[in-house]
């Protein structure tokens, strides 16, 4: 162990200093690695002193590897030269240069630079304003003033002189235009012309010729131009147009081969004044205020004359200082490219220090791993065995937390199903007895039970719907609704109630064609919820509105409900919408604490909102705010589709109204003839309806889907009342194989449950239920139910009774009913003209026993096998005898008579004449 101790040091000996040389080249500041960024803006259209500038620019730009230079160039537009400043501020440039063809145009945006922190140095001409950092450039009045002292002694103090001036407006020009006039002084030489040459040599040719051209153009001696570009122009003009003898005087003494001091040694010009762009010493003081050194603000560039006199020795310097500068930008050229090798091969030697950094860590790492490797691989042992016990533990603590929220869920369920159950036993005999005149002594004391049963079975209702928004079932079925209709048909509930309290109950809508998507299951608990609230606690006179109207700012409709009841102190309407909350005893005490709540949890879910205000004593005021349209539904909660259209049952358990007796007696005889099976597990409920249905019906009764399926097989019963909810079987597996059987798919279902959920509801009408009643129900709802199916089914039969068989390929049935009648028929029809088809034959061909067949005919058609045979029979015997021309032997043979003397008297027993009297009748009626 100790001999392993001192590997790690060992190792690391021999490249400590290779790691050293690194690390100490990592840390040298590469000065190319972020350059200040220099922006030149410049208006100039003089391209030799534009091409010196940038010249002396780069020059001195090569002594300062930090700085970067960009260039815009204007062209003499001072509007396109305000646009590129703005690029240079909007770029993010750590300085500006400016140099401008004309002050006032540019002066506005020097000054917002300026005064926003970059830095800007003015170049060649000054703005109409001091604020910028420095100006460089000559004095243009000085340049001026030594050319006319100049121009005074080459002229002898006497002669007229033609003005070729650069831009009227800019300060250079002004500048030495002065300065001339004060060198001219005390001489008797005269400005004869001026002419606008813009600083460019061609306008200046073009306009100097124009003037030559006329007869009469003033004479002159000497030609000044505000630059040489101009002044060798003049001097191109005047020996084209053959005008000699005149003297030409320049400024700028540019280098170069079309430069001023290259004109003086052509003889082209006869003198200039040396004035510097100052592109080097922009450059310098660019650097200094960059990097916080002192500067002048005003740095004005020296003149001097250049002549034949001192031509030599100025060219030979400007010969010199272009030769220097271009060995300098070769130089710069392999200065550059040895920096990017430096770059290059620096950069693999980091990397290559780097990774011989990381691998001796590495290996160094790699051997202090093996001594910890046992150590290490034992605490793994030990926490993975702790994590497994862990697991496990978690694992049997999930699963009873599993167990136990399935244990809640059916007990939630489960005891929904468990309180209807002894609800519909008390409610239905209430019912029954409040009808009951005999027991008219006792109807207080009934209505005060009825009124509690609906509130117990309310408050169950409730509580279902708080487990179902607890564990995420309860599901938004939003569709577009009329909002004043729906309302108005929630109030229609209410209105007795309002009557018997002289309660002002109004809907106050400003549009009655207001739509809106929301949940019509949903929203009738929210409107009835609000409506019992407010009935609960409006005096009697009182009054209680509901208004709806439209916000366009805020795409919602507002629906209130007001009413001027006792009213609520601020601490019970900070809690109003709590669960199980009630407030404060004589003010306004909300119940149960459970129908604000669910209110306001149901409206949340439809991305809806509510609010209360209200004054104790006077009123209170329930605001629901509703978005327009149906963007803020996800796609799962829209229904578009009119079979998923969902059915509301109003909440209608109102205390004090009372019910109008039903005539349940009338149609006894009638009924009496009719079975119907009764399926459901709970003892009591079927023996009470057995009880109550049985004084009208024959009753058969079954306690499982399995029983319920044989008998409704074998005894065909005219309607069944089914549960959903068994202890063995399911009540929709039941209808749906009632439903697949030919036999008893027509059998008219009703069913009676517990389920009451929109979803459950909708599951049942879709396997082909005739109605849906919710437990607890009332008796006499359910005869009332049961009598109207039996009457509509009765009327289908006389319908189908009289209506002749034909083709089965144009047939298509509508109902199961049909179906079978229309096969019976075809069948029938197929097989008329053989006497000896019958029953037998019939079982046969359909698949059915002679048991089964004789029910369900008698069932459907009202008829025996053999009479309905017979009526077919001679109902295609009418129709024969009057398209035929056959005998009447031949046409009894086609309907399946054995003999004409048969046929002849069957037919005169069912219509009183003979066929030849009924064929001879119709003939003369005929005709």
């Given amino acids: ?166 831009l009227r407006g800019s300060s250079p020009a002004r500048d030495r235009h002065r300065g001339l006039l004060k060198g001219l002084e005390g001489s008797d030489i005269q400005i004869t012309t001026q002419i606008a040459g813009q600083w460019e040599k061609d306008t200046a040719r073009s306009r100097l010729k124009e003037h030559l051209l006329q007869q009469d153009y003033p004479q002159f001696d000497l030609v000044f131009g505000h630059n040489d570009v101009m002044t060798i122009g003049a001097n191109e003009i005047c020996r084209e147009l053959g ?72 060219k030979q310097q400007t010969d010199r200082i272009i030769s220097q500068q271009t060995n300098i930008f070769r130089q710069k050229e392999m200065i550059d490219s040895q920096l990017e090798i430096y770059k290059s091969q620096r950069g693999l030697l980091i990397v290559l220090g780097i990774t011989l950094f990381i691998a001796v860590i590495s290996l160094a790492y790699s051997f202090k791993s093996l001594r910890d490797k046992k150590e290490i691989n034992q605490e793994l042992r030990q926490k993975h065995e702790e994590v497994l016990v862990q697991q496990q533990k978690t694992m049997e603590y999930a699963q009873k937390a599993e167990e136990a929220t399935r244990y809640k869920l059916e007990f939630f369920t489960n005891i929904s199903h468990e309180f209807r159950t002894p609800l519909t036993l008390i409610q239905a005999p209430v019912e029954e007895l409040i009808e009951n005149k005999a027991a008219s002594a006792f109807k207080a004391d009934l209505l005060l039970v009825r009124k509690n049963t609906y509130r117990l079975l309310r408050l169950v209702n409730q509580l279902m719907d708080f487990r179902k928004i ?234 499982d889907p399995e029983v319920a399926y044989a008998i409704a097989s074998d005894e065909l019963p005219d309607l069944i009342t089914c549960d959903l909810m068994f202890q063995r079987g399911d009540g929709l597996d039941l209808i749906a194989q009632l439903k697949a059987n030919p036999m008893t798919q027509s059998i008219p279902i009703i069913v009676i449950s517990a389920k009451t959920t929109p979803d459950e509801k909708l599951a049942g009408i879709k396997t082909g239920v005739d109605d849906y009643i919710t437990k607890p129900f009332s008796i006499s709802f359910v005869g009332e139910k049961i009598k109207t199916l039996l009457a509509t089914r009765s009327q289908l039969k006389a319908r189908f009774l009289h209506e002749l068989p034909v083709d089965s390929k144009a047939i298509t049935p509508q109902t199961a009913d049909k179906k079978f009648v229309t096969e019976f028929s075809t069948l029938i029809e197929e097989n008329l003209h053989d006497p000896h088809f019958g029953v037998s034959e019939i079982c046969r061909e359909m698949g059915l026993s002679r048991g089964q067949l004789y029910r369900k005919a008698k069932t459907v058609l009202g008829y025996s096998i053999n009479d309905y045979i017979n009526k077919v029979r001679l109902r295609k015997a009418k129709h024969l005898l009057l398209e035929e021309s056959e005998s009447i032997a031949d046409i009894s043979h086609k309907v399946g008579f054995s003999t004409s003397a048969y046929f002849s008297t069957v037919f005169k027993n069912a219509f009183g004449i003979t066929p030849s009297e009924y064929r001879e009748s119709n003939v003369k009626h005929r005709m």
């Avoid at 597990?681 to 009208?696: P, S, V």
């Fill in 1 to 166: 162990m100790e001999r392993k101790g001192t590997l790690f040091p060992i190792v690391l000996f021999p490249v400590i200093p290779l790691l050293l040389a690194t690390l100490l080249l990592l840390s040298c500041e590469d000065a190319t690695e972020k350059k200040l960024k220099i922006g030149f803006s410049q208006c100039v259209s003089n391209d030799a002193w534009r091409r010196t500038m940038h010249e002396e620019m780069y020059r001195e730009l090569s002594f300062y590897p930090e700085l970067s230079l960009e260039i815009k160039d204007a062209q003499g537009n001072s509007q396109l030269q305000v646009q590129q400043i703005r690029e240079f501020q909007e770029a993010g440039v750590d300085l500006l240069i400016v140099s401008p063809n004309e002050a006032e145009p540019i002066t506005p945006i020097v000054e917002e630079l300026f005064q926003s922190g970059i830095p800007v140095i003015i170049v060649d001409r000054k703005i109409t304003s001091n604020l910028y950092t420095a100006y460089i450039g000559g004095d243009n009045y000085e340049i001026g003033l030594t050319a006319g002292q100049y121009i005074k002694n080459l002229l002898q103090h006497q002669g007229k002189i033609l003005e070729i001036w650069g």
């Fill in 243 to 314: 005008i000699v003898g005149k003297r030409f005087v320049g400024v700028d003494a540019l280098p170069g081969p079309f430069g001023g001091i290259q004109a003086i040694a052509d003889g082209v010009l006869d003198a200039t004044f040396f004035y510097p762009t100052g592109g080097d010493k922009a450059i310098e003081v660019a650097y200094k205020i960059l990097t916080g050194q002192d500067f002048e603000k005003e740095n004005i560039l020296q003149t001097a004359a250049v002549d034949l006199s001192n031509i030599r020795i100025m």
């Fill in 470 to 703: 607890d564990n995420n079932k309860m599901g938004v079925k939003a569709s577009m609704q009329p909002v004043v209709p729906f309302i108005e048909d929630i109030m229609s509930v209410f209105q007795k109630a309002a009557k018997d309290n002289q309660i002002h109950f109004r809907l106050l809508v400003d549009n009655p064609g207001i739509t809106l998507w929301f949940d019509p299951v949903m929203m009738d608990k929210v409107i009835f919820n609000l409506l019992s609230n407010a009935f609960k606690f409006t005096p009697r006179k009182g009054f209680i509105h509901i208004h709806v109207a439209e916000e366009p700012l805020t795409h919602e409709v507002l629906i209130t409900v007001e009413d001027n009841g006792l009213g609520m102190i601020g601490e019970d309407i900070a809690h109003v919408f709590d669960r199980f909350f009630q407030g404060k005893p004589g003010i306004r005490k909300t119940g149960t604490g459970l129908g604000l709540a669910l209110t306001k949890e149901l409206l949340e879910l439809q991305h809806a909102s509510i609010q209360v205000r209200s004054e104790p004593g006077e009123k209170t005021i329930f605001e629901i705010r509703m978005k327009m349209g149906n963007s803020h539904f996800d796609e799962s909660q829209l229904l578009t589709d009119s079979l998923e259209t969902q059915v509301v049952d109003h909440d209608t358990f109102l205390p004090d109204q009372e019910e109008s007796a039903s005539n349940s007696d009338k149609d006894t005889q009638s009924m009496s003839q009719h079975s119907i099976l009764i399926v459901e597990d709970d003892k009591e409920i079927r023996g009470y309806l057995a009880t109550k249905l049985g004084q009208h019906y024959h009753i058969l009764e079954a306690a």
